[in-house]
């Protein structure tokens, strides 16, 4: 990448570590020099994702995290701050996908996507915001991962679409309640790339379809968001940027 | 800044280099390593710019350029192209507004906003995209619009227009153009301090204003650079058609 940027001294926390996109992202904030904790359910993912950016030189720790519970979630930072130090970084990345038409939807299926997708990006925010606040003085950056499907419908991801738009809603809350400590919170929105969620519909002759109505009838990877990644997490290159909604989706919405 | 960008190789074109955002961008770019091509009115100015960049070990050259003059346009996208090889980068900078209430505003002030925000920037973007398509080898176009172009201001209603103009065309143009690998996307900066508001901004009245931003801040021209070297750069492959606001929380 011709884009870099020098995140040593930055703890950053990211959500939904353990695959797609949060494992990519630790993954990326590490090689440029933030000490990363990797919150996510599951345990054994995590710990191969610990290990795999102490290999590469990086400083890393697992942190047992369900962003529905808020004690989990206080829990979690607990241990980020006394094995890391104060975080200064949070990827508010996890979330959860379902296909389902509207009238189909169960209550079940609603409460799963919103709970995680929305309620656990409050909570997280939430818990961050306090300890950002409270040390005061420090930068604060949290990225809130939303995704295109914020602006634009799409058939059989009501709920998912929802809690995207929720996001983006959110983020622009908290940069107008926070912008006075110091802390940018802005809203990532990919396209559609491919990770383990994706990629069994888009490896379809369907999803092929899909694919070639897009303007460059191609689909990326999770590194095709490294660069907005790099710059929302810096401590001064993104200053100025706080409620933004930021698209990195190739044209596919245009 | 903890950031880097290594545009060594590829060839910038600025309009409205000779001053504010557009003199900045042409020093950050080439402090990067990009050959600019800095254009305006005011041929000393940029003059003064060009041998500042050279001064510094950069690259760049001066070229006069009105934007509401389509003809002045082509000639210097010429010259840029033949003094300095293919345009990479084209940062549609150059602006003007006049303050005035709707029903103050005449008619030669709404079409000089509009000829030189958004008449200007689409001959000047589709001269550049056509070399672009010709050469095949994509291309990179930062549109600098303004948060004005998605909220209401007082006594900027053609500016805002303009600006709302502006999101339009690079939305457009990125869709035509994605198959040519040209990437369009749009800058919509907040208020940010310059030397030609700077005495506003201090004033009794300029202060108010500052102080009822959720920040009390305005940017800084640096604030700017971060995200313009990386839509200028490789790193930003993916994004076509955004709109990215860069404002402090000011709107909100």
Known sequence: MSFTCDLSGEVALVTGASSGFGRHFALTLAANGAAIAAAGRSRDRLSELVQEIESQGGRAVPVAMDVTDPESVRAGFEVAEIELGPVSVVVN???VATVHMVADATEADYDRILDTNAKGVFLVAQEAGKHMIKRGHKSGRIINVASISAFKAAR???TYCMSKAAVTSLTRTLA???APYGINVNALCPGVIMTEMTQAFYNTPHGKDVIKRWPRQRISDPSSLDGVLLLLASPDASSFMTGSMIVVDDGQTL | MSISC?????VALVTGATSGFGQHFARTLAASGATVAITGRRGDRLDELQAEIEGKGGRALGIVMDVMDPAS????VDVAETELGAINVLVNNAGI???RLIVDVTEEDYDAVLDTNLKGP???AQEVGRRMIERGEGGNIINIASMMAYRPYRGLSAYGMSKAGMVAMTRCMALEWARYNINI????PGYVETDMNSEYFHSEKGLKVVNSFPGKALGKLDDLNGILLLLASDSAEFMTGSTIEIDGGQPL
């Open chain 2, 97 to 99: 507004s006049r303050e």
């Open chain 1, 93 to 95: 990345n996890a979330g």
């Open chain 2, 6 to 10: 290594n545009l060594d190789g590829k």
């Open chain 2, 73 to 76: 346009i082509r000639n210097a």
């Open chain 2, 185 to 188: 996307n749009t800058l919509c």
């Open chain 2, 122 to 124: 689409y001959i000047l």
């Open chain 1, 176 to 178: 107008l309640e926070w």
């Open chain 1, 156 to 158: 059989q991801v009501s």
